[in-house]
């Protein structure tokens, strides 16, 4: 019985690291996700930037053919 209840305890100690453990693994997941997308939503708008520049630049050159 006091056996029964350190035993319990011990289990409800373990399972409430586990869940605390899970909750600190997904924050993090949650994290670098967000980080990756703004990384590559930044990457996106480096990209259409460029590919407006080099437009401008392909219409003067023609413009002189």
């Known amino acids: 019985s006091q056996e ?7 289990r409800d100690i373990k399972t409430q ?3 605390e453990a ?5 924050r993090r997941s949650k994290q670098r996700k ?3 997308s703004e990384l590559l939503s930044s990457k996106a708008q480096e990209l259409v930037h ?4 080099l437009r401008g ?3 003067g050159s023609e413009a002189r053919r």
């Open 4 to 10: 029964m209840n350190v035993a319990l305890k011990d």
């Open 17 to 19: 690291r586990r869940k």
């Open 50 to 53: 460029e590919s407006a520049t």
């Open 22 to 26: 899970n909750r600190e693994s997904a």
């Open 34 to 36: 967000k980080e990756e």
């Open 57 to 59: 630049a392909g219409e």
